[in-house]
């Protein structure tokens, strides 16, 4: 089966840049959504179709996807900012949702 | 607005079933898929399978096969997940969540419930 790999976590001072990863075979090639999620919350979406932006998630917010790794940026980043970072594709062979282990970004 | 308001916490003995509702609001029920989402606490999100409110089609990780049943109620635009021989490590937030295609992302989640699985 399809495997996502993240690393398990992040940390970055307030204002800086953030870069969160996601690993798979030949990812490029296919279609990522990152999604967050706050303690305590369900998970929202803030990339979609690699680098749309759902209303209401600032333009600070973006991502990327080439060969066998998409990338999730946050520039500026704020306090607001930490929680966990989760990356997902359809896997088309199943029909499956994958989802990469997920990443913890901590702001200093 | 797009509402997936999901059943309350349960508590469960292993071996037991335990059968969740995901009622929409907001929305046209049919024209959307209802995924079903699960996390352990402390871990990651783990996906279970997805139904087809229009067919009632559906398709489930390896995983839980065996094991989970979706189905829905389109008269009362309600989606449900049945998961049977409760172990403890089915401990877990479920969540529902609705996709528009195969490809598509997760554009709204229920608030998720909590499944407690213990003797």
């Known amino acids: 089966s399809y495997v996502l790999t993240q690393a398990p976590s992040v940390s970055v001072a307030p204002g800086q840049t953030a870069s969160i990863t996601c690993g798979g075979d030949?990812?490029?090639?296919?279609?990522v959504h990152w999604y967050h999620q706050k303690p305590g919350q369900a998970p929202v979406a803030v990339v979609y179709?690699?680098?749309d932006r759902p209303s209401g998630v600032p333009g600070r917010v973006s991502g990327a996807n080439s060969g066998n790794t998409a990338t999730l940026t946050i520039s500026r980043v704020e306090a607001g900012d930490e929680a966990d970072y989760y990356c997902?594709?359809?896997?088309?062979?199943?029909?499956?949702?994958?989802f990469g282990g997920g990443t913890k970004l901590t702001v200093l | 607005q797009v509402q997936l308001v999901q059943s309350g916490a349960e508590v469960k003995k292993p071996g037991a079933s335990v059968k969740l509702s995901c009622k929409a609001s907001?929305?046209?029920?049919?024209?959307?898929?209802v995924h079903w989402v699960r996390q352990v606490p402390g871990q990651g999100l783990e996906w279970m399978g997805w139904?087809?409110?229009?067919?009632?089609?559906?398709n489930y990780a390896q995983k839980f096969r065996g094991r989970v049943t979706m189905t829905r109620d389109t008269s009362i635009n309600t989606a449900y997940m049945e998961l049977s021989g409760l172990r403890p490590d089915d401990t877990a937030v479920y969540y529902c969540?609705?996709?528009?295609?195969?490809?598509?992302?997760?554009?709204?989640w229920g608030q998720g419930t909590l499944v407690t699985v213990s003797s």
């Open positions: 969540a609705r996709v528009y295609d195969s490809s598509g992302y997760y554009d709204h």
């Open positions: 179709d690699e680098i």
């Open positions: 907001g929305y046209t029920f049919t024209t959307y898929y």
């Open positions: 997902q594709v359809w896997d088309s062979i199943t029909d499956y949702r994958v």
């Open positions: 030949d990812i490029g090639s296919k279609t």
């Open positions: 139904v087809n409110p229009k067919s009632g089609g559906r």
